[in-house]
């Protein structure tokens, strides 16, 4: 007999609601759950299809060991958890603990039992060669907000519950479902804000699924937001639409940014943006007269050469116009767990503390620059990596120069990978560790709550029950720190107490670890009998989790520089803005070709495309170019192209299209399938490219040293073949 399991879908912020059916430990179905107060009945193809993971032929579910010929043999957990302790264990102590590199993927950080690990993991190997997603995607954020905010993880969240105007700036949320912004349905979202007399616009290379929704579309060259959001916010003050109560109010340094701002007039940034003057003034002026506007920059304004510089500016005219902390504007979440004090506990929250052995490329949020790898691999001396753990990552496909990067993993000594699949990183892998599916194991939105404004917090049960000798993420990542010397909580002290508590029979839990963040939050109880606050048996009372309703405004309680206002003056951003200035007068190369990658509803980076379901229909890894360079090019539509930068030269299919504006291609990410197509069918039969095959490594941002995968520059011509790679 079946039975109806309602869930949060743990795939990306949104957090749809679905019901599953279930029976004998197998889910006969997924529908949207209509009864969710949040998502209301909403959920996209990529839900839909979570079932489809868990069936999966292709998914590994038993530890693998590389053999001799290259292949693979199954291996018990203890064997393969002695081989890393005795691998990993002589490496470090013959060339030293930053010989190990750790890179984790996107969806660890949808499990709060897993992303809880990766500190006291990294802790126990003792490396400072961690690097992750985020350093390719939100390192510019968090960068930002720590100099701003005083925190990395206090991540303003535009409020389109109560806007009737939203600029959207790089990104595209009715695809992403609202990247760092929890908001399931964001197409019907976006549509509430039109027919409440609102106005919604879109500037962007490529007229997006979020374009095609708005009032307004405006094309901006790749690269140059920065150099936009400067030219609104100098139009705020030149016509004096700033909100100087306010800014007086919360923020410290304003006067040497409005000095810098004039640098920055419409006239003077139309050749760099492509965006007419008058065009922005009216955008400004439009902003500044709405009585709840807000303005919104997210991953193509993150990934290109002023992404930290921009991500500030977008703040910044958030704040002169007098809309951060405002409802209906540019809000700071108030999460039920405190991940900003967290943050700050644990050491997390920080910028540039340390750097990387080749280049003194910083860290953010303790995370080095994903563009590092290859050189650290190859370069000899101390601190070379010699050894390197993934977790639920491919970066193969998702960082720059990936064919350096797939050259440069065959010298490693030793790799561990902790995966669904063999994929085009964890080929490369002695041994293959394969944790239990999410839906094996309890979901709390815990993470994305910082992105929230709603200050709730849902928990799940399980789905379904693991096989035999199933283990989930954070019990492999447990393990293999204790089999470096650590434990669960990264604090040697605490860790051997735990250590020892466990021959008396006690087990690490990190609902436990849950529980105790909960009661010691801003709205936890404190472990008080008498106080009536947030613990985790109150959340699993509710079906849908609790709301404590939406976050207050202001600012000062979010805020945690010491004086409660935001900073906005520092040495580093000061310097961005003269480089910015020095590039305005450089001479626009109007034969200039540049790539930005794209998106797709159907498409999660790298790892959804064994799922029929997702690859069905069209081919949607192609090269989106506009009529006029395929002209130039001699190209027609759905013909093979040769395209070529710096580092790369590869074929591709072309699709002619409007879609993107002149002198830009846009080619999706997470592609390139070919070289494990006998281990996952379905992605290899839709292998594609890889989009940052083509970007170059060595072309980083100034600030966080993130690689730069929109305005890549590019040559487009006929290919010689006739076909397209497959």
């Keep these: 007999m079946s039975e109806f399991i309602k869930r949060a879908c743990s795939l990306c912020e949104a957090g749809c609601g679905l019901v599953m059916e279930v029976a004998d430990n197998h889910i006969l179905s997924v529908r949207p759950d209509e009864n969710d107060p949040f998502s209301q009945g909403y959920v996209c193809p990529k839900g839909m299809a979570i079932a489809d993971i868990h069936d999966d032929p292709d998914r590994i579910r038993t530890p693998l060991r590389k053999t001799a010929d290259g292949g693979y043999e199954e291996i018990s957990w203890n064997a393969a958890f002695d081989l890393i302790e005795e691998k990993l264990g002589q490496i470090r102590k013959t060339h030293g603990a930053d010989s190990i590199a750790l890179y984790y993927g996107n969806p660890l950080g949808h499990s709060y039992s897993g992303i809880m690990m990766v500190g006291p993991l990294v802790d126990a190997i003792g490396t400072k060669n961690r690097t992750g997603a985020s350093s390719q995607d939100t390192a510019p954020r968090f960068a930002a907000s720590h100099y701003l905010y005083g925190n990395t993880v206090i991540v303003p969240t535009p409020d389109l519950e109560n806007c009737d105007w939203f600029l959207c700036i790089g990104g595209n949320p009715a695809v992403s479902q609202g990247s760092a912004m929890v908001a399931p349905n964001v197409k019907g979202r976006l549509k509430a804000i039109r027919e409440r007399g609102g106005k919604v616009i879109t500037v962007d290379p490529r007229f997006t699924e979020t374009s095609k929704i708005a009032d307004e579309h405006v094309s901006i060259r790749p690269g140059s937001d920065a150099a936009f959001l400067m030219a609104m916010l100098h139009v705020l003050i030149d016509e004096n639409l700033i909100d100087q109560e306010a800014i007086d109010a919360m923020a410290d340094g304003w006067e040497s940014t409005a000095d810098a701002a004039r640098a920055f007039s419409p006239e003077r940034t139309a050749a760099m943006t492509g965006i007419d003057a008058d065009t922005t003034r009216r955008l400004s002026r439009e902003f500044a007269a709405a009585k709840r506007g807000v303005v919104y920059t997210r991953l193509g304004v993150c990934n290109n050469r002023f992404g930290t510089l921009a991500t500030w500016a977008n703040d910044v005219v958030n704040l002169a116009a007098g809309r951060l902390g405002k409802r209906g504007g540019w809000m700071l979440a108030e999460p039920i767990m405190d991940i900003a004090t967290i943050a700050d506990l644990t050491g997390i929250n920080g910028h ?49 120069n990936g064919a350096r990067l797939d050259r440069a993993m065959t010298s490693l000594e030793f790799v561990v990978s902790l995966d ?47 096989g035999p000798g199933e283990k989930a993420d954070w019990e492999i990542m447990l393990e293999i720190a204790k089999r470096m010397g650590g434990g669960p909580t990264g604090v040697r002290l605490i860790d051997r107490a735990m250590s020892i508590a466990e021959r008396f029979g006690w087990r690490y839990d990190p609902q436990k670890a849950l529980d105790m963040v909960l009661r010691l939050g801003p709205h936890g109880n404190r472990f008080l009998p008498w106080k009536s606050g947030v613990t985790l048996a109150k959340v699993k009372e509710h079906e849908y989790g609790i709301d404590l309703g939406p976050a207050r405004e202001g600012i000062a309680h979010r805020v945690t520089h010491k004086n409660k206002r935001v900073h906005l003056s520092h040495q580093l951003i000061d310097d961005a803005l003269a480089q910015l200035q020095a590039e305005l007068d450089r001479p626009i190369d109007k034969d200039e070709l540049l790539m930005i990658g794209r998106r797709a509803l159907r498409s999660n980076n790298s790892w959804m495309h064994n799922i029929p379901a997702l690859v069905s229909g069209k081919d949607r890894c192609v090269l989106f170019v506009n009529p006029i360079d395929a002209e130039r090019a001699g190209l027609r539509d759905s013909e093979p192209a040769s395209l070529e930068s710096s580092v790369f030269c590869g074929e591709v299919p072309v699709r002619v299209t409007d879609e993107v504006m002149a002198g830009v291609v846009s080619l999706p990410h997470g592609w390139g399938h070919a070289a494990t197509k006998e281990h996952r069918a379905v992605a290899g039969a839709h292998a594609g490219v890889s989009a940052n095959d083509w970007s170059d490594d060595q072309q980083v941002e100034g600030i966080v040293g993130q690689s730069i995968l929109n305005g890549v520059p590019v040559r487009l011509a006929r290919s010689k073949s006739g076909r397209a790679a497959a």
């Design 420 to 466: 669904l699949y063999i994929n085009e990183t964890t080929r490369h892998a002695d041994l293959i560790l394969p944790p239990s599916w999410h839906l094996h194991e309890d979901h709390a939105d815990a993470l994305p709550s910082a992105f929230n404004l709603r200050t709730r917090m849902r928990w799940s049960g399980p789905v379904v029950s693991p």
């Design 352 to 400: 540039g503390r340390w750097h990387t052995r080749v280049r003194g490329l910083p860290e953010t949020q303790c995370d080095m620059p994903a563009s590092m790898l290859a050189e650290e691999i190859e370069t000899p001396g101390n601190g070379q990596i010699r050894a390197m753990i993934t977790i639920a990552g491919n970066p193969v496909l998702s960082t720059p």
